[in-house]
């Protein structure tokens, strides 16, 4: 059975999986009220030969998951299209991310010339929980370069020698540039006193 999941495609070239606990369009907002995903994992490789349309009857063998902790939101305005597949299995109860950090909010932004860019801290103002608010404020920021180098598995396990990171004590988003959120608690704040 699919358990209600859904398979998104964002911008920035991101494919999530999860269960919509909200809907945009339930909202009084829909111009850019986040909807908030349950269960959800990362699709880093579709495992397919012939599209994303292949993984109606769920991951094939070749599928790599990166599970995500907690809730994800998404921005609407940068979904590309969405599907239900037939069958998706609820991921396992570990996620890759792990810490005993107090939460900090991983935002993955839409970037220049289509790349992702990916930013943390703690938000001040917060347009997923206020449709008000026109942009994230961030205490306590860190923004990360070079992250595809990588792979978006190395930072959601956490703070890694060789990712380039530049801290600000506060960050100004626009909510426009927001692909998708999540927490995690796999970071400490780059202020050595909190």
Known sequence: ????????ALQGDWTIVGRIRS?????PNPNGQFFILEDASIICVWGTDAGLGQLTDGPRE???LSPLQGNVYINPALVVWSYKPAVWP???EESLVRGTFPPRTLLTLWGP??????AMGQPVTDPRTDPTHRQFVLDDSIVINNWHKFG???VLAGPLAGLQRHTYPHLNIPRSRVIWTAELTSWPSPNSSR
Do not use: V
């Not at 059975?1 to 998104?8: A, Q, S």
């Not at 010339?113 to 990916?118: I, N, Q, T, V, Y």
């Open 62 to 64: 070749q599928t790599e």
């Open 23 to 27: 809907d945009p369009w339930d909202f």
């Open 90 to 92: 609820s991921k396992k």
């Open 152 to 154: 978006i598995e190395a």
């Open 113 to 118: 010339r289509g790349r992702s860019e990916l």
């Open 1 to 8: 059975m699919n358990g209600d999941f859904t398979i998104f």
